[in-house]
């Protein structure tokens, strides 16, 4: 469980508490469900992480609202979209293993997140990871409940494919844009979950491996 589930449940045992103690204890009832229902909200399951080479896994638990192309820095990527419900696991993960490039907090609105304008117009910190030779970028947006985004990471560190980055507090959404050769494996509807749903496979690139074999070709015309 996130710690944050500790605090929030702790809160509400005690208020009931004290409720209990100054009145009748149906009174209390209401908090000792809402203390129940941060324990379970705030859950973090562990995930079989695949090793498929080239993958990239959902950052979140969610349904899949859109699959679609647009520009990111001038760049055409594919986005794929998965909006988190108050009932859906809120840890993020991250989509692939590399290093942290690029984390920028964006401050905006608190828009339903299954509007398409939210990616753009929602408070969201917005990730870049780069490895194997690829670029991810991710985002963790803000909804209409939520008002907290939790990134543990900053830039310059190094991510496994999967693992536990930070947490959206309560209905949210996270976007993947990823390059326009990926492999889409997932559609609109399909429901994901963080760390083990693949929803893209990118053609995997060394640029260490290739410039050396393009050094040996160049020698040997040399020669």
């Not at 647009?70 to 991250?94: E, K, M, Q, W, Y």
């Not at 949210?172 to 844009?177: A, H, K, P």
Request: include cysteine; charge should be positive.
């Amino acid at each position: 469980m996130v710690r944050d589930g500790y605090y929030y449940g702790a809160g509400c045992l005690l208020a009931a508490g004290i409720v209990r103690w100054l009145a009748a204890w149906p009174y209390a009832v209401p908090l000792l469900l809402l203390g129940a229902f941060f324990l379970w909200f705030f859950r973090d399951p562990e995930r079989q992480i695949p090793t498929i080479p080239g993958a990239v896994v959902s950052p979140g638990d969610g349904k899949v609202t859109d699959v679609s192309v647009v520009a990111a820095g001038g760049t055409p990527r594919n986005r794929i979209s998965i909006f988190l419900s108050v009932f859906d696991v809120h840890v993020n993960r991250s989509p692939m293993a590399g290093v942290i490039r690029d984390v920028r907090y964006q401050r905006g609105k608190f828009l339903n997140a299954m509007q398409a304008n939210s990616a753009e117009e929602n408070e969201q910190n917005i990730v870049t990871v780069q490895g194997e030779g690829r670029t991810v970028i991710f985002k963790q947006i803000a909804g209409l409940i939520a008002r907290r985004i939790v990134f543990n990471f900053k830039v310059g560190d190094q991510v496994a494919s999967g693992e536990r980055v930070g947490l959206i507090k309560f209905g949210s959404r996270v976007d993947v844009l990823v390059d326009r050769d990926a492999v889409i494996q997932v559609k609109p509807g399909d429901r994901v979950k963080g760390g083990a749903t693949v929803l893209a496979i990118l053609p995997v690139t060394h640029p260490d491996t290739q410039a050396v074999h393009a050094g040996t070709a160049g020698e040997r015309e040399a020669h």
